[in-house]
């Protein structure tokens, strides 16, 4: 069985996700981000 330590318990909420980590409506898809990423080792070649 698994003890809660008392001395170490926190009674605070959990902490919440950032705005930034939570997936939004206009998220490129796989595909784009997949040409994106290409696109921008592509540029890299060329430098």
């Given at each position: 069985?698994?003890?809660?330590?008392?001395?170490?318990a926190s009674s605070?909420?959990?902490?919440?996700?950032?705005?930034?980590?939570?997936?939004?409506a206009g998220a490129?898809?796989?595909?784009?981000?997949?040409?994106?990423?290409?696109?921008?080792?592509?540029?890299?070649?060329?430098?």
């Amino acid at each position: 069985m698994i003890r809660l330590d008392p001395a170490t318990a926190s009674s605070s909420a959990p902490p919440s996700v950032p705005a930034w980590a939570i997936t939004s409506a206009g998220a490129p898809s796989d595909g784009d981000a997949a040409f994106r990423a290409g696109a921008a080792l592509g540029a890299l070649d060329t430098l």
